[in-house]
């Protein structure tokens, strides 16, 4: 309460209190009185302001080669469990609100047998991991979606469904294709769009273009502007795009992340090149425009793979914090972070195992005993030129 409305307050008080005194007025009269210039008051102060923060963990290509499919097998059981894939990154992701990651595989039954390249489809155990790793959101929608034609993309759906997964990208039907998914953490609404350059040539069945969300920058604008009169505070934009194991971003995808940050778009998340390509930091130019700068990184890499040639083992975790601010209810990209990720793949009963580990945590306590030296002076070496590479946008 400022100076003025507390001087406001003791004089009615006063004032009310002598009446009282002299037996001018009746007490329930006055206490009322009272009561009521307390209340009025009040309500002429501002509310004040606080802030809520929440943060977006995201993550590239969740693949599944041949070897991989192997590891989790249990032959005694005959089931599969890839829980030890994330059990490394588990602290980082569940400490998130919205995580994502890219699904490049469909999750389509054993009726058509599990494959890796080139034509995917991994046991459905994998969505359980990726749950119990902490995600919550999953991009369905790469160049692999329809590696299983309509019944693979509707069969993974109903799998990363069950678990409580929230798909995007590819859907069941127009009606939920054209849906805007909209997730709120912490008071913050965040619109989620996803879209791939194609499916390997593999054509979408005859009047079902619902089933997977192709780019078309028309289109996303659209998408973005729907998002934008739901009255979201922030727009994600997921783009399956680019050149593969090109380190650096083409002039495709920077012309596309300009038109879709000038439609507003807030952050864009990149996967398809299998190498991580460096993230960007856009400030926008409109007056009114909130948040007052968009995040772009333009690809995550392979968050886990069996992909071993130089770069193609390396990831990164990407941490952004969003704030909102009350009561004016404007919102802020306040905080970047990148973590870069290695797949290590190891020997262990016969059959290659792997598993994602956080280069710099690693490094810090030095006490695994499935790495060796030599692996530790690789992990410092990728290190320094990750750090390096994120910051080189070109």
């Excluded at 290509?61 to 059990?87: E, L, R, V």
Aim: aromatic share 8%.
């Amino acid at each position: 309460m400022n100076l003025y409305l507390k001087k406001r307050l003791i004089t009615f008080l006063l004032t009310s209190s002598f009446f009282v005194l002299i037996g001018g007025c009746d007490r329930n009269t006055t206490q009322t009185k009272q009561s009521e210039a307390v209340a009025e008051v009040t309500a002429t102060q501002p509310p004040k302001p606080y802030t809520k923060e929440a943060e977006l963990v995201a993550v590239g290509d969740i693949m599944m080669h041949g070897a991989q499919i192997k590891s989790g097998y249990d032959p005694t059981t005959k089931t599969y469990n890839y829980d030890n894939f994330f059990t490394e990154v588990k602290g980082i992701l569940s400490s998130g609100d919205w995580v994502i990651g890219n699904l490049e595989t469909t999750l389509s039954g054993p009726e058509t047998g599990y494959t890796g390249y080139p034509l995917f489809n991994a046991p459905d155990p994998l969505a359980d991991a990726i749950k119990k790793a902490g995600f919550n959101i999953i991009s369905t929608i790469n160049n692999h979606s329809l590696d299983r034609g309509e019944k693979g993309v509707l069969k993974t759906l109903d799998n990363v469904k069950k678990r409580g997964l929230i798909p995007i990208g590819t859907a069941t039907s127009a009606k939920e294709s054209a849906k805007i998914t909209i997730v709120e953490k912490n008071n913050i609404s965040m619109a989620i769009l996803g879209y791939s350059y194609g499916t390997n040539g593999i054509p979408i069945p005859k009047g079902k273009n619902y089933l997977v969300s192709l780019i078309n920058p028309q289109k996303i604008t659209q998408d973005i502007t729907k998002a934008r009169q739901a009255g979201v505070d922030i727009v994600t934009v997921i783009l399956h795009f680019g050149v593969e194991y090109q380190r650096q971003p083409n002039g495709e995808q920077k012309a596309l992340v300009k038109q879709l940050v000038n439609a507003g778009a807030d952050i864009i998340l990149g996967s398809h090149p299998h190498v991580v390509q460096p993230y960007q930091i856009i400030e926008k130019t409109g007056k009114s425009e909130k948040p007052k700068k968009a995040v772009v990184i333009y690809s995550m890499g392979n968050f886990i793979s069996n992909q071993r040639e130089k770069y193609r083992d390396l990831g990164v975790i990407c941490k952004v914090k969003v704030l909102k601010n009350f009561p004016d209810e404007t919102t802020e990209i306040k905080e970047i972070k990148a973590i870069p990720t290695w797949v290590h793949r190891y020997s262990q009963g016969g059959k290659y195992q792997f598993r994602v580990l956080p280069i710099e945590q690693v490094l810090k306590t030095r006490k695994d005993p499935l790495l060796s030296p030599s692996d530790y002076q690789q992990l410092e070496t990728d290190l320094k030129n990750m750090n390096r590479h994120l910051h080189s946008f070109q």
